[in-house]
């Protein structure tokens, strides 16, 4: 009885430690903003490297999507193979390391736990630019998508603090996909980058798993590192 009961016990791991990625020892990074600092270059560069699984496509936002910080282990483990590894990394066979990039995440770090749960050696890489050159690039981008009603930068600048506050904030206009922030989280990345940086470095807790760069020749090296 005891011989079967260890069987059982050893099968019942089996769905867990046999999907790639889903291991607690896999090798996880995330490029988790910030937007408009080159984060698609840095994402281009890790899929083209054999070793590298890349999430396709680039940001799921599964993680702000889902709050899955009260769900069980098993519970967790199954979401993320069903829903997040079977869905945006179907080419993760052979892979050592696995990397997406959701930029939404800086402005959420308190969703960061069921990574850091899953995956206690993750990496966290946040790139940045002078804001002189990223908040119009931002802007531009965002009524591009159809997320900015204001054409013009210095309108939409002058609408911060009441944006900010609730009223204003334009919500993904005509479209409501997983690949658009909430309403609640876009608010909130009106807030300062600094802000955002300290709260994502409290929310990993070491701060040597958090790689800020402002350009992406060392992340490579850095991501080969313990």
Known sequence: MREAGERTGKNSLEPWTLTPGLDETSRWAFIVGAPR??????????REHPDVCFS???????????????????QLRQAIRDRYLGLYFR??????VYAEGSVSYLFAPERLEP???????????????????????????????????QRDFNVAWDLTEQRRAGPGVVVSVGRRDEGHWCEEHRRRAHADVADALRSARAAVANCERVLVFGSFHTVAAALKAP
């Open 91 to 96: 080419e993760r066979q052979g892979a050592s």
């Open 56 to 74: 396709t496509p680039k940001e799921p936002h599964y993680f702000l999507m889902h709050d899955l910080r009260g769900a069980e282990p098993a």
């Open 37 to 46: 600092c080159g984060t698609t270059a840095l994402a281009e560069y890790l």
């Open 115 to 149: 990574i850091l749960k899953l995956w206690p050696r993750a990496k966290f890489i946040i790139s940045l630019r002078s804001p002189l050159e990223m908040v119009p690039s931002l802007h531009q981008r965002l009524f591009y998508n159809g997320d900015e009603n």
